[in-house]
Each structure stands twice: as structure tokens, then as C-alpha cells.
């Protein structure tokens, strides 16, 4: 389930959830626009899960929550707990983070 948050609550849905995947994005990013699709295809194949795409700048809370430094930033969460996390434009470095939690 793909999801574009339009609030600062990833929080929220982090804690209602057992897994979430996070995209963490901004308007300006060429690299996160190139990711969007993937990631998008990613949740279609995943449907139990949350896909969550947050924009980093406008949610700063939400950023918090990972060590966002670069973007586009993916992040997965198990039990409200960051499992892991990586910068990356390669839909194959997604592919293998998502597969740790699912």
C-alpha cells in the first residue's frame, strides 16, 4: 500500500503498523522522482505493507526518525524500531532492503 503522508505523523503510522517502508523525498530531488515509480512498484508487489513516502523537508518530525542526511533516503521500520536505512537511486539496493523485513 503506497501512501504520500500530508502531515507530520510518521510516527503514528510507524506505531499502528508492524512493518513500514519509508522513501524520504523533496520536490527539488531528481533522484527521489527517479525513485517514486520504483518504490511505488515496490508497494504494489507488497500490498500488506505500508509504503510510505515522506517529504524530508516539510516533515521535519518524520525525518527524525531516521538519519536522513541525503536523499532520496529509504528507511524500514519493524515494531516501531529503524531497521535499516540507505541512500540510494538503484531500484536492485531497494529491492534488498525491503526483502529484510518482509
Known amino acids: 500500500m503506497f501512501t504520500e503522508i500530508e502531515q507530520d505523523n510518521l ?4 506505531a499502528n503498523n508492524e512493518t513500514v517502508v519509508v522513501q524520504y523525498s523533496a520536490s ?4 527521489c522522482r527517479i525513485m517514486k515509480p520504483k518504490f511505488k512498484m515496490m ?9 510510505i513516502m515522506v517529504d524530508a523537508e516539510k516533515f521535519p518530525e518524520s525525518r ?3 538519519k536522513v542526511d541525503n536523499l532520496p533516503t ?11 536505512q540507505t541512500q540510494t537511486n538503484k531500484a536492485e539496493v531497494l ?5 529484510e523485513v518482509v
Open 95 to 99: 529491492a534488498e532492503l525491503v526483502n
Open 64 to 66: 527524525k526518525l531516521a
Open 11 to 14: 510516527a503514528e503510522v510507524i
Open 28 to 31: 527539488w530531488c531528481g533522484n
Open 74 to 84: 529509504f528507511a524500514t521500520f519493524k515494531n516501531a524500531v529503524l531497521v535499516n
Open 43 to 51: 508497494a504494489s508487489q507488497n500490498e500488506s505493507i505500508p509504503f
